[in-house]
């Protein structure tokens, strides 16, 4: 406490200051202010300190922070948008970077405006990038997926043309183009799925309104499976149009080939007939021989006991049983193009050698008519074959066959159709000719007469008669086998005003058939392509093949012949009429005397001197030509 008058100091309790008496009076209620206010005041001016150092620390901070932000942080934004630009590899884009960059080089440490608007502008390239790389994923996926919306041909064209505009704005790399093919791919799929639906909707009422009351109890079966699997597929919210393309085209192609309603047979033949009618006779001469070609092939199954009349077949190529059928097959040939006509896959006519399952079908049926040609013999398969062409109106002069086939009563059978046949005879003893009066079979006959030696191309030609009940007259030609010079070979023609040049010559056109059995198993995959069980099926299989082999033969006939190309000479100089060599001479003969008398000023006598003159120094086939008549004379 301090006097108020000298300010010196008190002690506690005074109430006169001891060095000039001044009364001290000091409130009670003011005591402890008085006695504190001085250290208040110290401490007061020692905080007011504090706030400036802090106010400065944050400044030093603000601008060290500012140049850093400025230079360091904005810096690695730029650089960091900067590659992903790069990175993409857009040419337009790139260029753009490059502009902004270096503008910001040009910049200083405080110009952060101006560099955030860069980024800004980088920042807005990127999304750019974004939305290409974005557009370029939808449409990996679109053509990724597209086979699965193929169901309507028009529509998947559309949209087939805008994904490959998508496919050019990515080569090109047009981030603007590729992102309008894109919604224009879009917009064209809504419309493939609405027409898609509306095709699988027709295909589904189609399916759901068969009739198969005809049909066995295996095809009924498949059939409800088949239309449960496709009323799931199309019942569902998101259709699954793969799936649903797959159920359409495999299974129907396989009901397609298990159809016991088609008949393959008649199918054929009115295909071949048509095209040996109105393509290949055209292209032949009327005198050109055209014949019948019948002969067997093996068709052979591993899983026989699955494979409906499945059985074990003798291979006479082999001389051995073998596992599967022998395709019969009946072809045309003009000695240029071969046509396969008809054909017949064959099981056992045995029961004990069929190994498959055997179904059973009303023989009024196609079905049952058709098993039951598949278990006769060959040779009444045979005739069952050559009747179906000729019921569609397709004939031939001959009809060619091996020694398998040939039998007197399969020769009279055929001769009584209207055709002559040619056929190699076996040489066995049961098989009688009437020869000289007798019975003989073919090695007694040749054992009976002398051959011909030298560069003869037959051994022996005997004329006999074939058959017992309705014996017809027939030559017998035999021949030197090449492929072993002691042994020899026998030919039978039911057409004896022919040659036996020609009978050997006709006959070698049955080696085509040998060729087009091996292309039809090695080029056509005739064996290996149908894995069905079904009969029905096999026997579509192989009457699909044999359309492939039609067209591919009509067009390497087309191609090769060059009659096309006469026929193309004739028809230029159709118009053209021919002149006469007589004709000819007479006029040049008419032009040199004219000439002659116009220029050397020739009367009528000396011309007709001159042309008496020139006419005796002519040969006298030019004489003749210039005057028939003195020549007939």
Known sequence: MFCEKCGKKLEDGVKFCPSCGNRVE????????????????????????????????????????????????????????AVKIKKAGIPQYTEEMNEIVDEWDDFGIFSISDKRNDLHKLKKIVNYLDEYNAAADEYKSMNKEK????????????????????????????????????????????????????????????????????????????????????????????????????????????????????????????????????????LTNDSRKNV?????????RTSCKKTELGSKVFDHTDMRFKKGFRMLTLSWSDGNTLIPVNSCLLASAKTTNIIGPVKDFDNRTLAGKRRKLAQTKAPEAMMALLDTALSVGLNA??????????????????????????????KSSRIKYSYGGKQLSIKEIYSKNKKRHGRSKYLLSVDVMVGKETPIPAKIVCVRNKSNRKDWLAFICTDTTLSEEEIIRVY????????????CKSMLNLIGECH??????????????????????????????????????????DEMADITFRRSLCILMDALMASLQ????????????????????????????????????
Not at 245 to 261: D, I
Not at 537 to 559: C, G, P, S
Request: aromatic residues 10%; proline residues 2%.
């Open 26 to 81: 000091i409130p009670e209620n003011q005591t402890d202010t008085v006695h504190e206010q001085p250290e208040k005041s110290k401490k007061s001016r020692k905080k007011s300190k504090l706030p400036l150092v802090l106010i400065a620390v944050l400044a030093i901070i603000l601008i060290v922070g500012g140049i850093l932000y400025g230079t360091v942080g904005l810096n690695l934004q730029k650089d960091k948008l």
């Open 598 to 633: 116009e220029i050397l000023k020739l009367s009528d006598k000396q011309l007709t001197a001159f042309t008496v003159d020139f006419e005796a120094r002519l040969p006298e086939y030019l004489r003749n030509a210039l005057h028939p008549e003195v020549a007939i004379a």
């Open 292 to 300: 019948f070609i019948i002969d067997d092939s093996l068709f052979n």
């Open 532 to 573: 069905s069980l079904s009969y029905d099926a096999l026997t579509a299989h192989v009457a699909i093949v044999f359309t492939r082999y039609m067209l591919l033969a009509m067009e390497q006939r087309q191609n090769e012949d060059q009659r096309t190309l006469g026929e193309l000479f004739f028809f230029l100089i």
């Open 508 to 519: 070698g056109k049955r080696w085509q058939i040998e060729v087009f059995f091996k292309t």
């Open 147 to 282: 086979e699965q919306y193929a169901l309507d041909e028009d529509s998947y064209k559309e949209y087939e043309n805008a994904l490959h505009d998508c496919s050019d704005a990515i080569e090109q790399k047009n981030p603007e183009s590729l992102i309008n093919a894109v919604e224009i791919a879009k917009e064209t799929l809504k419309d493939l799925k609405k027409a898609d639906d509306s095709y699988v909707d027709d295909r589904v009422k189609m399916y759901e309104g068969l009739d198969l009351k005809d049909a066995g109890d295996d095809v009924v079966s498949g059939y409800k499976k088949n239309l449960k699997e496709i009323q799931d597929l199309t019942g569902k919210g998101k259709k699954d149009y793969k799936a649903i393309k797959e159920a359409f085209s495999k299974n129907t192609f396989y009901r397609f080939l298990n159809s016991a309603k088609t008949n393959w047979l008649r199918f054929t033949s009115l295909l071949a007939a048509d095209i040996v009618n109105h393509d290949i006779k055209g």
């Open 397 to 426: 002069d001959y009809v060619l066959f091996d020694s398998w086939f040939s039998n007197p009563v399969q020769i009279t059978a055929i001769h009584s159709k209207g055709m002559d046949v040619i056929a190699m005879i076996k």
